[in-house]
């Protein structure tokens, strides 16, 4: 699994309390790609949940 971020994030913290390994909000969302691996479902969760839909997963 790939995950990235588009333009557009809006901060709103939403993967990062969902997906905490996965996500790190700062100014905008990013992926701690070292730990996807075994976070699969909740980064699926995290997609599905983010208001503005730019967690996109390759
Ligand atoms: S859920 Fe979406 S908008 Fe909210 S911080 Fe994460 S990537 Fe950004």
Redesign the pocket.
């Known amino acids: 699994m790939k995950v990235k971020?588009e333009d557009?994030?809006?901060?709103?913290?939403?993967?990062?309390s969902i997906c905490e390994a996965v996500?790190t909000?700062e100014d905008?969302?990013v992926v701690n790609e070292a730990n996807i691996a075994g976070n699969e479902e909740c980064v699926k969760e995290?997609a599905e949940?983010?208001?503005?839909s730019?967690?996109i997963i390759e």
């Open positions: 971020i557009g994030c809006i901060a709103c913290g939403a993967c990062e996500f909000v905008v969302a995290a949940a983010c208001p503005v730019v967690i």
